[in-house]
């Protein structure tokens, strides 16, 4: 039996990387103030305080412990915990302010990439109906521009007391689909018996898809802080929920135009996907992908 063998040579020499400084090869690292580096030929070590032009050229400030300080070229020739850096110019924050603007108008509302010069596709078949003008203006606000791209039609109901016979006039198909967005759906309502009652007709069994968020009015799906509070109010039964809520914040509330005027502020206030409750979010995302999930 021959024991192990004795390499007297060693491993190969040349695998690797065998060209490597001892210290390892350098990399770049931006001169961001307070950064802790040494200077490699004089061994002065101190804290970036400052990066500038002068005589042609950028130089780095480093302040040692002393408070002394001294300015070196920007570039290679410095070491960080012993390894060897290349300083660069620091990003400026006017950079990083641009890039967040164009990386921000690349979005729509709803935070989907934006289409760059994309026509309004042709109208397809499939619809998704909403109960009334204020859920269609925010609907069109945050999504208006996905819609768009996909084609797809967001119309309005005034109500879903007649939901089953809306389905059938509609005659849903594979290539026609319908997404309904309810309000105030949750267990023990009216709501909740009216699509219950339609989607048990035949016409509702495959390309219908009724979903709905839990808030009294869309007015409750934004969120609250965006009008200073940090909860809806509760409205007191027998109250106008809408003129209660225009109460509460102070607005003029005495008829039908004030509503209309008080939900132009609240929809004002909705920006991005962000200002609204994450309920709503995602139940209309869910009637997108149904109505074009046929191609």
Known sequence: MFGPVNDRYGADVLSGDWKAPPRGRSQQIPAERDLVVEEVETGWCGAIVGVEKAGGMRV???????GRVRAFPLGPGFLIDGAPVELVPPASPDAGRLAAAREAASRTASGSRAVADAPARVARGSRIFVEGRHDAELVEKVWGADLRVEGVVVEQLDGVDDLRAVIRDFAPTAQRRMGVLVDHLVPGTKEQRIVDDALAIPEAREDVLVLGHPYVDVWQSVRPERLGWEQWPVIPRGTSWKHGILAELGWPHAN????????????????????????????????????????
């Open 256 to 295: 039908q135009a004030d509503v209309a005027q008080g939900w132009k502020r609240i929809l004002g206030t909705v920006r991005t996907y962000a200002d609204l409750q994450p309920e709503l979010l995602g139940r209309v995302e869910e009637l997108i992908d149904f109505v074009t999930a046929n191609g």
């Open 60 to 66: 780095v400030h480093l302040e040692d412990r002393h």
